[in-house]
């Protein structure tokens, strides 16, 4: 698509882990879509990414729906996330250097410890449906 709509020299394709992508001069935006809770270095990645932000920079981190304690999460969407986690993302972030498993339940609290522990200073819920939470962090 990108060839077809003349961007091609404006915009550069790559494949990279979340903590060894290029840092260049530094990005405006980087943003994780419901991939945090799979990794299995979590504050590794996060590291990169403040690394790799300009000064001004913004990380956007979209996650699972997902209060912080399990009670909360006692409902038809929770009990979907759960197992899922079981099955899909606590086994891949288990398998992986690190192995953290944040699962796909970690709440608020556990993402905002992971994005502070990381060296960012401001943490925001942006935004949430049914299903997704939005957080904004920064430096």
Known sequence: MAGRDGLLDQINFEVASSKS???????DLVTFFD?????GDPKGAAAHVLESLKKDGTWMIVEPFAND????????????????STMICTPASLAQEVGTALGAQAGEDRIRDVVTAAGFKRFRRAAQTPFNLVFEARA
């Open 69 to 84: 304690t399990p009670e909360e999460n006692h409902n038809p969407v929770g009990r979907i996330y759960y197992s899922t």
């Open 21 to 27: 992508y290029p840092v260049n001069e530094g990005y």
């Open 35 to 39: 991939c945090l809770h799979d990794m």
